[in-house]
Each structure stands twice: as C-alpha cells, then as structure tokens.
C-alpha cells in the first residue's frame, strides 16, 4: 500500500531535459553573437555618418586619409551586413531546435503527469476502499454487543 510512483521512462525525461538546456544555452549563446554584430553594425554606421562627408577647412591629404577610412568603414558595414544575415539564419535555426526539444520534453512530463495522477487516483481508491472495510468492521462489531 506504501509503494511509491515511479515513472518508468525518468531517464529519458532527464535526457530530454538535458537536450532542452543545451538548446537553451545554444540560442542564448548566439543570439548575444548576433546581439554583438548589430552593435558593431550600428557602431559603423556611426563613424561613417561623422566622417563622410568633405568640410572646406580640411586639406588635401587629410581628405583623402579620410577617403580611404570611409572605405574601409564601408567595407566593414558590408561583411558586418553579411555575417549578420548568417547569424540570424543560425539564430532562428536554433530558436527552431529549442521549440522541437521543449516539444519534446513537454510529450514525455505530459505523460509522467497523466500517470502521476492515475497512480494518485488509484491511492485513494485503495485507502477507501480499506476505509469503508475498517468502518464495516466497526459497525458489524458494534451490533454483534
């Protein structure tokens, strides 16, 4: 009457859990990369905007130092703009694997609930079942004085 519920498929919701933390850190990890690039991007952006343009003031070799520091800025902002677009494929990737192992995990704890409560259901059908005994003991005892 003592025994405990056990759940027979634990280790694989324990590994499921394992894979679903694992794909957690996974996204996390590459949405702070992408996170990273933007800031980067925007920090490009940034310095091209300020030097882009030609004041009057300036002298020949400055502008053209400053000619060629916009086109590395430019250069920049393309492979950045790029690497971008990879990491969100990846991040959306992982996003996608994260809801396929959460899926996944949730299948195997719905399961280890609905016999859960099966096995809690059962308990209380054995002890009333031994209570309505011991109150029929005590009822047939009590007419028989």
Known sequence: MAERFRFGLDKLLEIRKEKEEESKRLFTESQREKNKIEEKLEELNQNYNKYKGITPN???IYQ???????QGVQNGIKSNEKELVIK????????????????????VQTLKDKQYDAYVKEQDRVEQINLDELALY????NQDN
């Open 58 to 60: 300036e002298d020949i």
């Open 64 to 70: 053209k130092l400053k000619r060629y520091y916009i």
């Open 88 to 107: 969100n494929q990846e991040v959306d990737k992982r996003r996608r694997d994260l809801t396929t192992k959460q899926m996944e995990r949730k299948t």
């Open 138 to 141: 005590a009822y047939v005892r």
